[in-house]
């Protein structure tokens, strides 16, 4: 009688297992799981931000769920601190670094990119009223910049950055919110959010004519992932090819400005 209950007890054992290993496998996606996490400024408008009723929203979440669809994956959009974002992504805690992320060298090293998917610019923001005209005028001005971004390396590029006196903020809603308020003169800014804000408070703000830096967007990956950064390329080829990110690039931007 104990030996019946011991062999069954094992086949019952072994099925258990079987089952388990292809639950897994099934449920696998493009990192080895059915989900991806990706790390984002909720601040970020129009890439990725909190709309009136706290839900997330943007260009960049479109695109990026539209992609999670091709590689038959779930994404979970995870609100980071902008300034820890590549510590996110090598600690594991996210997958993917897709919120208007900025192409630069010093970035090559810590992460992957895919191919660029779409030009940026850094320029100055003032009030509608302000007489700063070029990027001379920022000569002993206070100026707003949001702490350890591609904006902020684009102003120590310029000679001009050594005349002005810098106020770093968490997010760029924070340094607008200081112009408005005057405790600024201006905002160093990524060319589509300054664009963004301008549709929104066209009377409030200006952007100056001359920028600072040509840049590229892109979806930063772990060192060391290949495979995740060969099915997210895929897939942001497949929908460049079947018009998907042209009709989302036209929701957002009223044209299709996606490269291609």
Known sequence: ???????????????????????????????????????????????GFRDDNNEIVGFDIDLA??????????????????????SELSSGRIDLIWNGYTVTEERKQKVLFTEAYLENAQVVMTLADSKITSLNDLADKQVGIQALSSALDALNANPISEKVTLNEYKDNVLALTDLKAGRVEAVVIDKVVGEYFMTQQADTFKILEESLAPEQYAVGVKKGNEELLGKVQAALDAMNEDGTSAEISTKWFGEDIVLK
Request: hydrophobic share 50%; with cysteine.
């Open 65 to 86: 769920t539209a992609a999670a669809k091709h590689m038959d994956v779930d994404v979970k959009f995870q609100p980071i601190d902008w300034s820890t974002k590549e």
């Open 1 to 47: 009688m104990k030996r019946k209950f011991s062999l069954v007890f094992i086949l019952a054992l072994i099925l258990t297992v079987v089952a388990a290993c292809g639950a897994d496998d099934k449920s696998e996606g493009a990192s080895g799981k059915d989900s991806l996490i990706i790390g984002i400024d909720d601040t970020f408008a129009p890439m």
